[in-house]
C-alpha cells in the first residue's frame, strides 16, 4: 500500500486513456484527449465549471495520482485539473480557450505515486458511487480493472449496444428497475454470466428493446411514471409478441457486428416513427445572405439538412458528422470571404449575434454548452473528431448562433 508525494513536471504527466469518465483508444495522445474533452459532447468532462470552481491558481492539496508506466507517470486520478493545467501552459493547443479564464498553475505539482492496485482502489472510492460515473462506466471499471464479473447492463451493453446508443439508458433506475433479471424474464430475456439469451428473433428482440428505449426517452417509463408495470406501457404490437412467444425456448443471442447492426437500426425506425412532425430548422430559420458563395453553400447545406430530418431513418447515427463538418465549413468560407480567421470571425460575433436568439434558443445554446469560448473547438470537431460531431442537438445549436454571424458578416442591405 505503497504511497508517497513527488513533484512531477505538467509536461511529462500523461493523461489516462482508459479514464472510465470517457476512455478513448489506448494509443491516443494527450492532445487527443484534450480534444476529447473540450468537445464533451455528453457533459463528462465540464471544465469550464471545474475552471470557475478552481479560483484563481492550482490548489496543492488536491493531488493527482499517478502511476508510473515505465518512465512515464500516468494520471488515474485528476485528469480533469491536469487538462487545465496543460493547456493554461501551453502544452497542449485548445482553439477557444482563453487562457485568462483558467487558473495558474506552477510548473511542478505534487502528486500522490502509488502502484497500479492503490491507485484504482482510491479511483473506485472516490468516484463509483459519487455520481461523476454512470452505471455503464462503473460496471466497465469494476469487470476491466477489478476483475469483478459483468453486470447483466454490461452484457446486454455489450450484444446490442443498446445503451450507448440510446444515452438516455444509461441511468441507474434503469439499470435497477428496467434491466434486472426479473423484469427481462417477464419480456422473454435472460442473462447468464456472460451470456444474453431470447425468446425471440433477432429482429423481434432488437424491436421490444428499442420500444422500451423509447419509452424511457419519452418519460413514459421514469422514476415517476409506470414504476414495475415494464410491459403494460409497452405498444400493443411489442405485448402480442411478448405473448405470442412466451412458451418459446431461449437462444443464445451471438455477440457479432450484425447483431448490433439490427439492434441500431431497430432504434432509428422506431424514432423514425416517434418524430415530431415539425423540425427544429437549421440556423434557427430562414437567412437572406448577399448572392455568392457563402450563400450557395448556405442554401446547400440548409436543403442538406432538410433532407437528413426528414429522412433520418435511411441514415446512420453518425450521419450527423456531416453536417457538423459542413458547418465548420461554412464559417471558414465565410471567414475568408472577408480576410478573417475562423476563431475571430466567429468570437467578433459571438455575443451580437447570441442577442438576436429568442429565449428558447439560448437556452438550447447553454443546454449544448455552445458558449463564445467554446465555440470554435465546437465546429473544430467537424475535422478531427468524427464520433464526437454526431450530436445533431449540438449542431443544431451552434447553427442558431452561426445564423446571426452569418447574417451580420453576410447578410443582404435591406432594399431602399
Known amino acids: 500500500m505503497t504511497q508517497k508525494v513527488m513533484l512531477l513536471k505538467l509536461a511529462d504527466l500523461v493523461l489516462w486513456t482508459e479514464n472510465p469518465r470517457d476512455p478513448i483508444r489506448g494509443d ?131 450484444r446490442t449496444g443498446i445503451i450507448s446508443a440510446n444515452p438516455y439508458m444509461n441511468q441507474r433506475f434503469v439499470k435497477e428497475e428496467i434491466l434486472r433479471d426479473d423484469v427481462l424474464a417477464k419480456i422473454g430475456l435472460k442473462i447468464d454470466g456472460d451470456t444474453f439469451h431470447s425468446k425471440h428473433t433477432s429482429e423481434e428482440t432488437a424491436a421490444i428493446l428499442a420500444d422500451i428505449a423509447q419509452k424511457v426517452r419519452d418519460k413514459v417509463i421514469s422514476t415517476r411514471n409506470n414504476r414495475g408495470d415494464i410491459i403494460g406501457v409497452l405498444d400493443s404490437s411489442t405485448q402480442e409478441m411478448l405473448a405470442t412467444n412466451q412458451t418459446k425456448k431461449f437462444k443464445n443471442v451471438k455477440d457479432s457486428k450484425d447483431s448490433k447492426d439490427t439492434f441500431e437500426s431497430a432504434v432509428r425506425q422506431k424514432q423514425a416513427r416517434r418524430t415530431h412532425p415539425k423540425e427544429t430548422p437549421i440556423f434557427g430559420g430562414s437567412l437572406y445572405l448577399e448572392s455568392g458563395d457563402v450563400n450557395n453553400f448556405y442554401r446547400d447545406l440548409a436543403d442538406l439538412y432538410n433532407f437528413y430530418a426528414s429522412n433520418k431513418h435511411k441514415f446512420s447515427q453518425s450521419f450527423p458528422s456531416v453536417i457538423r463538418m459542413a458547418l465548420r465549413l461554412l464559417v471558414e468560407t465565410a471567414a475568408q470571404d472577408i480576410g478573417e480567421d475562423l476563431a475571430t470571425y466567429v468570437r467578433t460575433r459571438f455575443k451580437d449575434s447570441k442577442a438576436l436568439l429568442n429565449q428558447d434558443q439560448k437556452t438550447t445554446l447553454s443546454t449544448q454548452n455552445v458558449t463564445e469560448s467554446s465555440v470554435v473547438a465546437l465546429l473544430q470537431i467537424g475535422a478531427h473528431n468524427y464520433a464526437a460531431a454526431s450530436n445533431i442537438d449540438q449542431s443544431i445549436a451552434v447553427s442558431f448562433i452561426l445564423g446571426g454571424i452569418l447574417t451580420n458578416s453576410h447578410g443582404k442591405a435591406p432594399a431602399k
Open 28 to 158: 491516443a495522445k494527450d492532445q487527443d484527449i484534450v480534444d476529447k474533452a473540450l468537445f464533451d459532447t455528453h457533459g463528462k468532462w465540464g471544465l469550464p465549471k471545474l475552471a470557475k470552481e478552481m479560483g484563481d491558481y492550482y490548489d496543492f492539496s488536491e493531488l493527482p495520482t499517478v502511476v508510473f508506466h515505465g518512465q512515464h507517470p500516468v494520471v488515474y486520478d485528476g485528469n480533469r485539473r491536469v487538462v487545465l493545467g496543460k493547456i493554461k501552459m501551453r502544452l497542449v493547443s485548445a482553439d477557444g480557450v482563453l487562457s485568462s479564464d483558467l487558473p495558474t498553475f506552477p510548473e511542478e505539482i505534487p502528486c500522490n505515486v502509488c502502484s497500479k492496485e492503490v491507485a484504482l482502489t482510491n479511483v473506485l472510492r472516490k468516484h463509483a458511487d459519487s455520481g461523476s460515473w454512470l452505471p455503464l462506466e462503473r460496471d466497465i471499471f469494476l469487470h476491466k480493472h477489478m476483475k469483478r464479473p459483468k453486470s447483466p447492463f454490461l452484457v446486454l451493453e455489450e
